[in-house]
């Protein structure tokens, strides 16, 4: 069975136990302490609070101290909960729907949604994935040079998961995408508005990141989630969630 409405039903109603009571003059700091991620904890979840059984809020990444770590810590989360967002919501999708115009090379479409969707990344051809591996690797690449555009790092003081603007030519500007929001939906907010909102992504990211690895356990281990099981959503998978590029992806293919 596809993943259906019923999956949404029940995902929003978990994530109403994720979304915090509005906080009047929320904000998250530039530079944070751990004194600084506990506060934050509070606005996060109310009910857990802080929670780090691994203290890796007290340790020394890099030898950058407290600040660059947390800041390291914080700008890390927030980028895996826009990627599991994005994953979840594109397991939902391609679990019910391909794009139909001709995706590839020789004309033909994607891989069938009759497929899961770790069936359809081992499916789609090589070529594709490299594209994938690099896009990634130039989005990581144009972050770590965010000092290029006079932004700070953000391990030295940038908002954690502001991301640069895509501005190829600083001095003569012939284009230029924010790529932290290029839509602009927050242009006109006010201060208190958007300090909620970077509150509210958090949750939804930890939620997603639940979301989707819940997805990979049930196609993987049947029973493993008892709620995806009753909806009849697994689709049994054999291969590894863990190697994803185990399928047809080799690296001494490239040719250059």
């Not at 004309?107 to 051809?125: K, M, N, V």
């Not at 144009?142 to 954690?160: A, F, I, N, V």
């Not at 979301?211 to 959503?233: E, N, Q």
Request: glycine fraction near 10%.
């Amino acid at each position: 069975m596809k993943v259906s409405a019923a999956v949404f039903a029940a995902t929003f109603g978990m994530a109403s136990a994720f979304v915090p009571a509005p906080q009047s003059g929320a904000s998250v700091r530039l530079s944070e302490t751990k004194a600084d991620l506990e506060e934050l904890a509070g606005k996060l979840n109310p009910i857990v609070k802080f929670w780090d059984p691994m203290g890796l809020a007290d340790g020394d990444f890099y030898g950058m101290g407290e600040e660059g770590t947390i800041g390291w810590l914080r700008h890390s989360e927030i980028k895996h909960g826009r990627v599991a967002m994005a994953a979840f919501v594109g397991y939902c999708v391609q679990s019910n729907f391909i794009f139909p115009w001709p995706q590839h090379m020789d004309g033909s479409t994607g891989p069938s949604a009759d497929l899961a969707p770790e069936q359809q990344w081992d499916a789609i051809p090589e070529a594709a994935k490299w594209q994938i591996f690099f896009l990634i690797g130039f989005l990581e690449l144009w972050d770590e040079c965010s000092g290029q555009q006079g932004l700070e790092h953000y391990t030295k003081g940038r908002m954690p998961g502001k991301y640069p603007s895509l501005q190829p030519f600083r001095d003569n500007v012939h284009f230029a995408l924010d790529l932290y929001d290029p839509l602009g939906f927050s242009k006109n907010r006010s201060e208190e508005a958007k300090a909620r909102g970077r509150v509210a992504e958090v949750n939804n990211g930890r939620l997603a990141m639940l979301g989707i690895f819940g997805f990979l356990t049930a196609d993987k281990m049947p029973g493993a989630v008892p709620l995806l099981d009753s909806l009849g959503v697994p689709i049994p998978y054999d291969g590894n969630c863990m190697i994803p590029f185990e399928g047809n992806f080799h690296l001494d293919s490239l040719s250059l």
